[in-house]
């Protein structure tokens, strides 16, 4: 991988990942959050393993990053997008898309 393209890679992240480390924990420990998404093979969700890494990669200092961390960054991103764009008519507050779209950090309601 490419510095440019990590460098792209991790700024999309900064924009896309809207939840703190401990906004997300608190989230991820939610019956909200783990009634969602696919189940991994081991009852625990994709999106909820997503999470759990993407607090570890907010917990990092950006020059201690590893290829897969970039990789899962880069997940995330397509994930964050694709699941937007899919955002259904009314409230969406108590919505299974939401729930998803927490799991991933992402927090629709957060405006930066």
Not at 17 to 45: A, R
Not at 49 to 75: P, R, V
Not at 84 to 109: F, M, R
């Amino acid at each position: 991988m490419e510095q440019q393209e990590m460098q792209e890679i991790y700024e999309e992240f900064k924009e896309l990942v809207n939840m703190t480390p401990s906004k997300l924990e608190k989230w991820l420990t939610t019956e909200e959050s783990k009634s969602v998404g696919w189940d991994s093979g081991d009852g625990e969700s994709i999106g909820h393993k997503s999470g759990e890494k993407i607090i570890h990669i907010l917990h990092k200092k950006k020059a201690d990053l590893t290829t897969g961390d970039y990789k899962h960054m880069q997940k995330v991103n397509g994930y964050i997008k694709r699941h937007s764009a899919q955002q259904p008519e009314g409230d969406v507050s108590t919505s299974n898309w939401n729930y998803s779209l927490k799991n991933w950090g992402h927090d629709y309601q957060v405006k930066k």
